[in-house]
């Protein structure tokens, strides 16, 4: 080992969202060109913003997970802090190394950031190589028949599906013959302090994950033997732990590929369709990101640049505590603060009764997504925020304003979602745990709730502040 401190340079391995060694084209570029392998991860701001802190609780698991794999494959994790414009020309020169390589990412600040520390190698004479890692089919690749990028979900996904050109998952290293010396300010993970300290509000985050390449891997194959045939049935029932895959939070920081994905769901054959075209909405919020760089900070349609917000601070307030006093909406902003994931379905209404019931900008709720969600990606929640504001492409229209109790009876009509996540309603008879105002005094009673003291009265009255978000959606357009 030590030879080859001396005596070859290295190719640096530079790890960022793909923190996994199976089905990384990167890191099997590095391995087959002969040379050791200096593997890095470098800490630094994500998408032009300073990480969210479940996203950070995810992050540090997942390096240790990386770290363990690569060690028994024979390399050595290092890790640096900083600006990685300055940090990796001057790493290439301290150890010698040729050439660089990275999975490129499609934000308009990680594009920027790549781009310069190209052009500062090549100017050095260093090669530096980005590989496709991250998704099926690079956002640039799929476009219209007038050469334009898509911006409908459902003739997208047509053409991705017609051209069926997915190359194989490619195979993890058998071995990686790391280059493990010792590099200046490199430091062990704990001391990047990713970890929620005083108070530590992750505590409940353990059980539901296991982050690292393990643990996606089983969490796929069990979803795919066991759950996958009823996805489309049970994909929108909230209490249903198994209704969906659970793999976002693996996928954001690349733990799995969406390649080994298709190929592992096709393997299984049968009713596969509906959850593989969700596979394919995450890759259309890249091709809209990458075309709309500001797509988390702008709206897409700037029609809605008008439209006359009441940011109330104490209703964000309430939205961010499950304080709303409408069970659903609460139930889902309770779960992700406890586990750092919410529901798909309860996003949408959780997020349509901030934007359309307390005419909160919809860029507030972006932005507690993007600290409170163990899954938070810059493509995924920006399109999503927009598409349920009506700001966005191929967006739910804005005066379709998802009725927060309704939403609750069809999609948790047992009112188990909301009893788990919500304790203080778990005597509330079925009929009345959507909607506990209605419920007669003796009924409440009964439940032992007293509204306005042990569980709030509604925020806002549905019918008057549905009026209202259109009344004020009217007036924008003039
Ligand atoms: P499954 O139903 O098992 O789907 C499989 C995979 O497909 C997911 O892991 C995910 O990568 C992808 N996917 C599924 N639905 C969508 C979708 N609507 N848009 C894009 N990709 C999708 N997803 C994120 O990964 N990160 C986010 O920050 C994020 N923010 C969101 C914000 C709002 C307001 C809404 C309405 C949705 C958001 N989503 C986000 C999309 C979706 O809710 C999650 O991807 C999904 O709930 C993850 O659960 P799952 O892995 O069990 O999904």
């Given at each position: 080992m030590r030879k080859h401190i001396m005596t070859q340079s290295p190719n640096i391995l530079w790890f960022r969202r793909d923190l996994r060694v199976a089905d990384h084209p990167a890191l099997t570029a590095a391995v087959e060109s002969g040379a050791p392998v200096l593997c890095l991860y470098i800490d630094h701001d994500f998408a032009g913003r300073a990480r969210g802190g479940a996203s950070k609780w995810w992050l540090h698991h997942s390096l240790k997970s990386l770290k363990a794999d690569l060690k028994s494959l024979g390399a050595k994790l290092h890790i640096l802090r900083g600006n990685p414009?300055?940090?990796?020309?001057?790493?290439?020169?301290?150890?010698a190394a040729s050439a660089v390589h990275w999975s490129r990412r499609y934000d308009?600040?990680?594009?920027?950031?790549?781009?310069?520390?190209?052009?500062?190698?090549?100017?050095?004479?260093?090669?530096?190589?980005s590989h496709s890692g991250s998704l099926l089919r690079e956002p640039w690749e799929v476009k219209t028949g007038s050469d334009t990028y898509y911006k409908v979900f459902t003739p997208y996904w047509k053409a991705c599906l017609k051209r069926d050109d997915i190359?194989?998952?490619?195979?993890?290293?058998?071995?990686?013959?790391?280059?493990?010396?010792?590099?200046?300010g490199a430091m062990p993970i704990d001391d990047l302090e990713l970890l929620p300290t005083d108070p530590d509000w992750a505590g409940g985050f353990d059980d539901p994950w296991t982050p690292g390449s393990a643990g996606a891997h089983k969490r796929l194959k069990s979803f795919l033997k066991n759950h996958v045939d009823d996805y489309k049935e049970q994909r929108n029932m909230a209490a249903n732990e198994h209704g969906t895959s659970g793999l976002s939070p693996h996928l954001a920081f690349g733990e799995i590929s969406p390649r080994e994905i298709w190929h592992e769901?096709?393997?299984?054959?049968?009713?596969?369709?509906?959850?593989?075209?969700?596979?394919?909405?995450r890759e259309f919020s890249y091709v809209l990101l990458y075309h709309n760089p500001k797509l988390g900070s702008e709206n897409y349609k700037e029609a809605f640049d008008d439209f006359k917000w009441q940011n109330s601070k104490a209703k964000l307030r309430a939205w961010q505590h499950g304080k709303t006093g409408y069970p659903f909406v609460d139930a889902g902003l309770r779960q992700l603060w406890a586990t750092g994931w919410m529901h798909n379905r309860v996003r949408m209404v959780t997020a349509s009764f901030l934007i359309k019931h307390l005419?909160?900008?919809?860029?507030?709720?972006?932005?507690?997504?993007?600290?409170?969600?163990?899954?938070a990606d810059p493509?995924?929640?920006?399109?999503?925020?927009?598409?349920?504001?009506?700001?966005?492409?191929?967006?739910?229209?804005?005066?379709?304003?998802?009725?927060?109790?309704?939403?609750?009876?069809?999609?948790?009509?047992?009112?188990?979602?909301?009893?788990?996540w919500v304790p203080e309603?778990?005597?509330m008879p079925k009929k009345y745990i959507?909607?506990?105002?209605?419920?007669?005094?003796?009924?409440?009673?009964?439940?032992?709730?007293k509204l306005g003291k042990d569980y709030p009265k509604p925020i806002v009255e549905h019918k008057a502040a549905r009026e209202e978000a259109l009344g004020r959606y009217k007036d924008s357009r003039g």
């Open positions: 414009d300055v940090i990796i020309p001057s790493l290439v020169q301290e150890v308009g600040d990680s594009i920027e950031l790549d781009k310069s520390i190209k052009s500062t190698l090549k100017d050095d004479g260093i090669d530096a190589h190359g194989p998952a490619l195979p993890a290293p058998k071995s990686i013959d790391g280059w493990n010396g010792n590099i200046k769901t096709h393997k299984v054959g049968g009713n596969t369709y509906t959850f593989l075209s969700e596979v394919g909405w005419l909160v900008d919809w860029r507030k709720g972006e932005e507690w997504f993007w600290d409170t969600l163990v899954d493509a995924s929640n920006a399109a999503s925020w927009q598409w349920v504001a009506g700001s966005g492409a191929d967006a739910s229209p804005y005066f379709r304003i998802f009725n927060p109790f309704t939403q609750g009876e069809k999609f948790d009509p047992d009112g188990e979602y909301v009893k788990r309603l778990s005597g959507h909607r506990p105002w209605e419920a007669p005094d003796e009924v409440l009673a009964k439940a032992g709730v």
